[in-house]
């Protein structure tokens, strides 16, 4: 009986080398002490100067921890699939890791679908232990189920713009630029994108702007789901809209080196 030692050449198979690709993408997050700051640690340490921000911000009627939560929970989503994606990315294309993924088997459509694997797996993260230390922290959500449903629902839409906003930053500008371009619109947005305090505390002529803008729409989005047990449509369609355009955008420009 003959053994058939020949080598048997060949790539692994694309479910394969997508799986393969998110465990890279994880390890090189969890390596990244300033990615991992923005991500967790900025959100928890406003999560809980969410309790006190009522006697420094007017945050209107209601507790400061149920305002401020839904708005945490969508910054969340923002650090990790814009800002952290963004400079990731810049960088890989500084350095030629794109331009080498882009010739190896793994297609490049893969490449993409293992860096979203990687940030949803991310976000999972953040939000549990968000949702969990916000409730320690007396937070009260209503609605029963549906807000879960919601959050769910703006987490996917709000990934999908913000993520094709960051990787058009990072396709089309050089890594410096991009790390800069980056963290600035992350702070932007954060102080006075209606992420963390309700547009209805912002002046009458900023609020529609500001409704407008991917950031307000997912934090009013978050507010009333954990509000009232459901979203007004409005939000919902700011997110697909900058979604489309942003991915539509990327497609075109994204350059792999």
């Not at 790539?11 to 967790?40: D, W």
């Not at 900025?42 to 006190?52: D, Q, Y």
């Not at 400061?64 to 990731?88: E, Q, Y």
């Not at 371009?181 to 209805?200: E, I």
Request: aromatic share 6%; glycine share 12%; proline share 5%.
């Amino acid at each position: 009986m003959s053994l058939d030692l020949s080598p048997r050449p060949g790539a692994a198979s694309t479910s394969a080398m997508v799986a393969a690709q998110t465990r890279m993408e994880l390890r090189l997050l969890a390596r990244n002490g300033e990615q991992l700051l923005i991500t967790l640690v900025i959100p928890l340490l406003l999560l809980v100067a969410g309790t006190r921000s009522g006697r420094v911000v007017d945050l209107g009627a209601g507790r400061p921890i149920d305002i401020v939560t839904p708005g945490v929970l969508g910054l969340a989503v923002l650090s990790t699939s814009f800002t952290s994606v963004a400079i990731a990315t810049g960088f890989e294309r500084r350095y030629g890791v794109l331009k080498r993924l882009g010739a190896s088997p793994l297609p490049r459509w893969g490449l993409l679908a293992g860096k979203s694997a990687a940030v949803v797996v991310v976000e999972l993260v953040q939000l549990l232990v968000l949702a969990c230390v916000a409730l320690l922290l007396g937070w009260d959500p209503a609605g029963g189920v549906a807000p879960w449903a919601w959050l769910v629902l703006l987490a996917v839409l709000g990934t999908a713009a913000f993520g094709s906003l960051g990787l058009l930053i990072a396709g089309t500008l050089r890594a410096e630029a991009t790390l800069a371009v980056a963290n600035l619109v992350y702070v932007l947005l954060l102080v006075g994108g209606g992420l963390l305090v309700p547009l209805s505390r912002y002046p009458d002529g900023a609020q529609g702007f500001l409704a407008l803008l991917p950031s307000g729409a997912l934090g009013e989005g978050m507010r009333t789901a954990f509000e009232g047990g459901t979203v007004d449509l409005l939000p919902l369609v700011v997110l697909a809209a900058w979604a489309a355009v942003g991915t539509a955008l990327t497609a075109r420009t994204f350059r792999w080196e």
